[in-house]
């Protein structure tokens, strides 16, 4: 007999205002705004799409849409959501140590990228350059 895995749902689990406050922060300590937006989406689940969506003035379509990992909530969308779950977004200023680490958000090269470009500079190269004799100032 083949038991089926079912699909693990984290809003079940974040039944508790602490619970919630770690998940939270340990969102935001990733810096991967994808990951931030979906698990707003997922605070936003455990305590009720229907009542986020109107203490937020959003619809529950817009809010399932933007705090997805594939969604792009706006700044005021994200603020009014973080209001109705009862958070607010703090700032903290950075350690010089924490402001001179390199953030995730770069995109590396893939190496088929790496390759393409150094195709691309050795054809730079190869072009034959030729210079034109300087006209005397007396002439």
Do not use: H, W
């Not at 974040?14 to 705004?33: G, K, P, R």
């Not at 619809?59 to 909530?73: A, C, D, H, K, W």
Request: charged share 30%; proline share 3%; glycine share 4%.
């Amino acid at each position: 007999m083949v038991k089926q895995a079912r699909k693990f749902d984290t809003a079940a689990v974040l039944d508790s205002d602490e619970a919630i406050a770690e998940y939270m922060a340990a969102a935001f300590e990733t810096e991967d705004a994808a990951f931030i937006a979906d698990a707003v989406g997922v605070v936003a689940r455990a305590r009720g799409m229907s009542d986020i969506a109107r203490e937020s003035g959003l619809s529950r379509e817009q809010l399932y849409r933007s705090f997805s990992v594939s969604g792009n909530p706006t700044l005021k969308s994200m603020l009014a959501v973080m209001k109705a779950l009862g958070m607010k977004v703090t700032a903290e200023a950075l350690t010089s140590t924490a402001r001179n680490k390199p953030t995730t958000t770069k995109k590396r090269k893939t190496p088929a990228k790496e390759k393409l470009t150094a195709k691309t500079k050795s054809r730079r190269t190869k072009k034959k350059v030729i210079s034109r004799p300087k006209k005397s100032a007396a002439a």
